[in-house]
């Protein structure tokens, strides 16, 4: 028992003077080693990043470098992820302060086409003059504009020449923008049909499941609020769109179009079944099942079961 107790107080003592049991290390030799742990591990870092980032934000040497880290020290497309984030006012600013990204061509180029994907601009020769931060500040003029007024968006694009006036350029303009209030852009495609049926066209639905088909459409094309004409115009483009990029899954089921169609208009009805707080008494699968083999016969009742799934675990085709 004594001599049990006195082992332990002896290997307690030589842990507290730097000794191990297999090496015997004295406590300066212990702190070498990990000062030159950390050292390659940095080294690692730098090497392999380029930019220690962490040693930058944290390697201050008074404190009025205290704060946000210079951009120009950062690697480009740090940089460039960074002012992304910004609006051309913030970006006017931010420029004042970074001279040398303000004025890179390049930067402002991946602003453009980040933020908005297509313009006809960007297959052109550009003009004398031309300048890629010029252009970011007109496309965002441009989409203040159209969230407010879109058919004067579209005249400020035209006359820019950013935009042609052509249904087919301005529908990849809609398409690949993310800036365009949602809102504004439905009544803009309710009166110009010519430019939604080439918008219509862009997507591709290819090996998709008919709801999650539904749901990306909807994604782009906002569905209205309430049933309407429009509402019947979109479900019939978003149905001949789907069976034309599935011909070999159309001939497999034994759908056409029209099928499409009813089957669409049961998943919406569906999902405003199970979604809305107001409908105590959610429709059953079984129900589904009966109720849309009734309307689109010919249709396999696990096919029908799988949409019904889809809905109650995914939710809304249209939200």
């Known amino acids: 028992m004594g001599q049990g107790l006195w082992r332990v107080v002896r290997n307690q003592q030589l842990q507290q003077e730097g000794y191990s049991e297999q090496g015997y290390l004295t406590r300066e030799q212990s702190r070498r080693m990990a000062a030159n742990n950390v050292s390659n591990s940095n080294h690692r870092k730098q090497v392999q990043g380029g930019i220690d980032i962490y040693h930058l934000l944290k390697a201050r040497k008074s404190k009025e470098q205290e704060g946000f880290i210079n951009l120009e020290m950062l690697p480009p497309e740090l940089s460039f992820t960074i002012l992304s984030y910004l609006n ?12 040398d990204l303000a004025n890179d061509e390049l930067l402002w180029q991946g ?3 980040s933020t908005w994907g297509h313009c006809s601009i960007y297959n052109k020769n550009p003009p004398l003059g031309f300048s ?18 879109p058919d004067e968006g579209v005249n400020y694009f035209m006359s820019k020449g950013i935009l042609d006036d052509s249904p087919k350029e301005i529908a990849k303009f809609i398409f690949c923008t993310r800036t365009l209030n949602w809102k504004k852009l439905r ?3 309710d009166e110009r049909r010519d430019v939604l049926d080439d918008l219509v066209t862009l997507h591709n639905f ?3 499941f008919l709801p999650n088909a539904l749901r990306e459409f909807f994604r782009h094309i906002h569905a209205p609020e309430e049933r309407g004409e429009y509402l019947e115009t979109l479900i019939t483009k978003f149905s001949h769109r789907f069976c034309a990029c599935n011909p070999d899954l159309m001939r497999e089921l034994g759908l056409s ?9 049961s998943l919406i009805l569906l999902s405003i079944d199970l979604t809305s707080p107001h409908v105590k008494n959610k429709m059953s699968k079984r129900e589904f099942i009966r109720n849309t ?6 249709i396999s009742e696990d096919f029908v079961g799988h949409l019904y799934d889809n809905i109650y675990l995914i939710g809304h085709v249209a939200a």
């Open 257 to 265: 179009p029209d099928a499409v169609y009813v089957l669409c208009y």
């Open 187 to 189: 009544i803009y495609l």
């Open 293 to 298: 083999r009734r309307a689109a016969q010919n």
């Open 132 to 149: 890629f931060r010029k252009l970011y500040m007109q496309l965002d003029e441009g989409s203040l504009t159209f969230n407010a007024n």
């Open 88 to 99: 051309a006012t913030d970006l006017c600013l931010a420029s004042c302060v970074w001279q």
């Open 206 to 208: 290819r090996n998709q």
């Open 111 to 113: 602003l453009c086409k």
